[in-house]
């Protein structure tokens, strides 16, 4: 087997406007001034602590990150999934934005997504198949949510 490899971004960036920002932190301000009219301080400030993690997160650009499929697994970044740890993929090709969608064999944990670019999404479904089952996923709805909003 050729190791399929290829360098990604960790994640879609949507560059925020001033507007965007603004619009953030008036909800911010909103949410904090009903916690402290209620009485909830606690609340007030974790809205405030993660309205500040979010804008900081908002502003940052994502790293470019190398992805690869090898005989023993797939690497993302730094972290590596093993064909063992892994119930089946999915390449969704919808939007003209590849992507390589992971299911663990982990009850709880939430789906992979993996951005392909510089690779014929077909010649990397012909090496997965090799490896694991190919069952049709979806993007998860928080997700989703979270590109909208432009995260």
Not at 77 to 101: Q, V
Not at 123 to 151: C, D, N, T, V, W
Request: aromatic share 12%.
């Amino acid at each position: 087997m050729n190791n399929l490899s290829w360098n990604t971004p960790e994640y879609r960036h949507t560059p925020k406007t001033a507007e965007w920002f603004l619009a953030g932190g008036i909800i911010a301000f909103a949410l904090i001034a009903t916690s402290v009219l209620l009485g909830n301080i606690l609340f007030a400030i974790v809205i405030a602590v993660a309205t500040f993690v979010f804008m900081l997160h908002a502003r940052r650009a994502p790293r470019i990150v190398r992805a690869s499929v090898s005989e023993r697994g797939i690497e993302f970044g730094d972290a590596f999934y093993e064909y063992t740890e892994l119930a089946s993929f999915w390449i969704e090709t919808r939007d003209n934005n590849p992507r390589l969608i992971l299911k663990q064999k982990k009850i709880l944990s939430l789906l992979t997504v993996v951005p392909v670019e510089g690779i014929h999404p077909n010649i990397l479904r012909a090496e997965l198949i090799k490896f694991l089952h190919e069952e049709e996923l979806h993007e998860p709805l928080s997700q989703k949510i979270m590109e909208y909003l432009g995260f």
